[in-house]
Every structure is written in structure tokens, then in C-alpha cells.
């Protein structure tokens, strides 16, 4: 890693004047949250200083100071990711950009609004419901912030019908490492304008630039949905379900899968047992739940009954329509509840959020599930069926972390060699942050990766942000 320089008090001082004193944070008053992200189990790192920044202005000025001290910056969001990607490995500043959450323009013409990076997910979907519109990515932490799931590419669930974050950034603007404001994109339809910088900003993981205004491709809010679970004896069976579904026509919002594991444990957790666990004297081994969503209720109705027909060929117990918002909102919170759950029950954790061909699925979860047998680590899984990216837990308690991590490293090799075996990726969702950088670097091989690490050395040639991150 490179060698970085002191952060001084007068560093601090001239930090505190871009920012303002309360927005900017040293020794007892930083939060130890800002040491790691929602996966502490990939280590831990107190920063000198946390800045709060406001506007791209004071973004600029914070880089600017920090290339010219040569002080590296680690770039955070909300700190819900699961990678490690905005632990500050090399000490320094956290440039925290929750403070810039304003929604700052609605474009009803264009179809877009214009916001800065600490808004959060929920508050924009609520905010674009309210006027009229449909912000369809959906990952499940709903409290993450709009910069960081750009800064990922996160998807969500209902990435199946429309695509992941990647394919609502129409533009950016973005603070390079030596501190110059750059924007990218522009608000039209389509472009074919020389290399894509946009898209090479958006899930980079806070490592080429920070974010600072982005906006973002609405659609109208579709009408009506609908919520159906399929209930199987098993998940080999019910994935089995998935291609005839997207085959059918349906264009479905949503396909997920459920383990029955992980069902119970979230209904004893919440309260939530809205999930049947027996249909007609059948025990539940898993489930696929399926969204359908559209402007005509009645259409959505014939689809479903299309639906039902897949389900009854492909072995389901029942396709239980789930209609009432009250109901929708029940199951759809059991399902956004799982990780939690899984956090709640477990004293360490290792995770991977692989994604394979949707043909495949069956064959992964079946490996990795006999790969945590073969060395004494729980599995849990859950994850979006439609696209086959797959949220895979290895769960331990009443084991030391640094056992518990020796076994789930034997685990995590195994099953991302199965994973690029079968023609999937390290990551669908999640990044790579720095507990995922050799399984990519294993993925992709070793000239991609050299290119990769190129571009980054072309960005930000001091290697001051965000350090030791996805291929540096």
C-alpha cells in the first residue's frame, strides 16, 4: 500500500474550516460505526477524521487539501455495505456524504430527478410515488443511500424487469481525487458519444471519484401489482419452476427464492407468519415469490392464472395470490427481513453475493450447501431467483472468529471457483470492496485485472482514494 502522510492538526484545522466545526470529527468524537461497514468481520479501521461535507464545492476543497498532503480519503455513504468497501484501511479522512440528502428536482417532462448522494432509497421511492412516479431499483436495504448503490451498481428485486442501478444514472457529477469537478452524462435517452466515463464512475465503489449530484431515470408508477407465493417440497424444485416463468411471457417485477429455513426463523423473529408453512397437508420445503405488476388489474389476473398453470406443472403445492396491500406489505417486509434475521441469530458471519446462470442455481446452492457439511459451517440462502444472484451466509456461533474464519475462507474459495466454474460472477450486487478482491482477481484473470488496476492508477495516480479497494 502506498505510503501516506500524517494527518496534522493543521490539516484538521483547515478540514474544519471547509466543513464547519460540528461537521467535522476527531478522536473521541468519531463514532467507532465509521471504522467498518455492516461486515466487521473483514476488519476494522479508525479514521484520523470524519467531514460531513454539504455541496460539491466543499467535496472539491476537502480533495484538493488531501491531494496536495498526500492524506488518503475513504469515501462513505450510509455503511450498510456488506464488502468492506468504506472501512478506511488507511486511516485518514471518512468523507461521509450523508449530509448532501436533498432531493433537489423533479423533471416530469424528462422523466427524471435530480438528487445528491446521502439520500436514502426509501425516501427517494416514497418521494417519487408521491409525485406520480416509479423508482424501480430495489435492494433490500431500503436505508442505503442513492451514492452508494450507484457506487455499487446495487439491483434488488426487482432488477428481473428493470435492471439494476446502473440503468437509471443519465448523469453525474463527480469530484476526481486531485479535487476537479467533472460531469458526466447528460439528462437524454441514449448516447453513443466516445467511452462511457459515466459508466465506468457507477460501480466503482467510491475508487475513481466521489459522487457528488447524480440524476436519475424515473418511470410512471404501474397501477396495480400483485404478489403470488409458490410453495415446493424443496428448492431444487422450485428453481426448477424459474425459466418456465420467465419463459411464459409474464414479465413478473420480482422472483424470489425462500428457503424453509430461513422463513421460520424470520416469522419467529418478526411476528410475521403470513408465509404458510403446510399447503394442504404438504410440509414446505421452499418457496419462489413472484410480483406481477401493470396498469390493468384484469390483465394482471390472466397472467397470474398463466402463473398458476406453470406452478401446478412444475410441482407446486399452491400459487397463494397475495392481494391486499396490507398482505403484500407483510410478506414483502418477511422477505426484506432475512439478513437481519440471519445477523441476529449469528455471532460471525461470512457472506458472498455470487450470481450464475439462472440455470445453474439449483446446481450452486445444492455445492455450497454440501461444501458447509463438508466443513462444519451453517448455510443459509436466500436471494433473487429471476436473475440468479444468490445472498449465501456462512453462519457460527459458539466458535472463536478466528476458526470460525479459517473454515468460511475454505468455503468462500470452494464456492467462488464453483461459481466461475458454472459461469457466474464474484458479486451481482454487493461490490468487492476489499474482502472480495482476490476471488475477482481469480474471476476475472490477471490481465483484466491489470487493466483494471490501470484506470484506477489513471484516476487518481496518488492512490489517495479509497485504498486497498476492489483492484489496488
Known sequence: MVEYNELTGELVAELAAIVGEDNCLTSEDINEDYSHDEMPIYGTHMPDAVVLP???DEVSAIMKLASANNIPVTVRGAGTGLVGGSTPLAGGIVLCTMRMDKILEYDENNLFVR??????LCDLAADAIDHGFMYPPDPGEKTGSIGGNVSTNAGG???VKYGTTRDYVLAMTVVLPSGEVLRLGREVAKT???YSLLHLMIGSEGTLGVITELSMKLIPNPKEDMSFILSFSDIQTAIA???KIKLAGLNPQAIEFMERDIVDSSAEYTGNKIIPTVVDGNECG???LVTLDGNDEDEIFQRAETLAEIGEEAGAFDTLVIEHPADKAAVWAARSAFLTVIEAETEHLDEMDVVVPVDKIAEFLGFIHDTGVENDVLIRS???AGDGNLHIYCCGNNIEREAFLEKSTRVMHT???KCNELGGQVSGEHGIGHAKKEYLRESVGDTAFSLMSSIKQTFDPKGILNPGKVCN
Open 54 to 56: 454539504a455541496n460539491t
Open 115 to 120: 438528487v445528491q448522494p446521502g439520500v436514502r
Open 157 to 159: 428485486m426487482r432488477a
Open 192 to 194: 453513443s458519444s466516445g
Open 241 to 243: 419452476a424459474v425459466p
Open 286 to 288: 421452499a418457496y419462489i
Open 382 to 384: 436466500f436471494g433473487h
Open 415 to 417: 464456492a467462488y471457483a
